[in-house]
T-cell receptor, first 116, second 109 residues
Framework: EAQVTQNPRYLITVTGKKLTVTCSQNMNHEYMSWYRQDPGLGLRQIYYSMNVEVTDKGDVPEGYKVSRKEKRNFPLILESPSPNQTSLYFC???????????????FGPGTRLTVL | DAKTTQPPSMDCAEGRAANLPCNHSTISGNEYVYWYRQIHSQGPQYIIHGLKNNETNEMASLIITEDRKSSTLILPHATLRDTAVYYCIVRPNNNDMRFGAGTRLTVKP
């Protein structure tokens, strides 16, 4: 089944303790992206990757890192989490990025992160 | 980026058609209109997209006005499981999806 998976689905951690949220897709998609969703602010893009070893900042990249060493995986790294990073995080992928109107993004199930 | 305007909420009776409007008056000629929905706190789910012509798939129909300044998503026979937040997105020429507040559709028995 074609899908985007995220792990963990739920995470409670403390300020300053490094964590990684994994994202994997099995559709051979070139483009992957991370979003966070907060009440009243909607979905905002954190980072995206057009292909292996190509990443770029989205609208809210501060406090986050990403890497794209393999096509299928796009982990989100919080090196020193803070309470303002408590949020619902979504990973998404599409066949390719960069334009064209018919490239649909597929979203993962979400990771609910709480930083105490 | 073209911005979209959607009503914050709508109700629909189960079994009836749900018509969700979206205004995108500043849309550019090469920008597509996409619709996604988000059920509770699940990941957004793709519904349909279009450029100029009306489109239909197994989930919904998309009606785009001739001047492309507005569109309507139609769920022909709404069910309780269609209760969700529906996002109308006009996609710029990168791959970023700029989600607004959407319309919270409540399907009532």
């Amino acid at each position: 089944e074609a899908q985007v998976t995220q792990n963990p689905r739920y995470l409670i951690t403390v300020t300053g303790k490094k964590l990684t949220v994994t994202c994997s897709q099995n559709m051979n998609h070139e483009y992957m992206s991370w979003y966070r969703q907060d009440p009243g602010l909607g979905l905002r893009q954190i980072y995206y990757s057009m292909n292996v070893e190509v990443t770029d900042k989205g609208d809210v990249p501060e406090g986050y890192k990403v890497s794209r060493k393999e096509k299928r995986n796009f982990p989100l790294i919080l090196e020193s989490p803070s309470p303002n990073q408590t949020s619902l995080y979504f990973c998404a992928s599409s066949l390719r990025g960069g334009g064209g109107g018919t490239d649909t993004q597929y979203f993962g199930p979400g990771t609910r992160l709480t930083v105490l | 980026d073209a911005k979209t305007t959607q009503p914050p909420s709508m109700d629909c009776a189960e079994g009836r058609a749900a018509n969700l409007p979206c205004n995108h008056s500043t849309i550019s000629g090469n920008e597509y209109v996409y619709w996604y929905r988000q059920i509770h706190s699940q990941g957004p789910q793709y519904i349909i997209h279009g450029l100029k012509n009306n489109e239909t798939n197994e989930m919904a129909s998309l009606i785009i006005t001739e001047d492309r300044k507005s569109s309507t998503l139609i769920l022909p026979h709404a069910t309780l499981r269609d209760t969700a937040v529906y996002y109308c997105i006009v996609r710029p020429n990168n791959n970023d999806m700029r989600f607004g507040a959407g319309t919270r559709l409540t399907v009532k028995p």
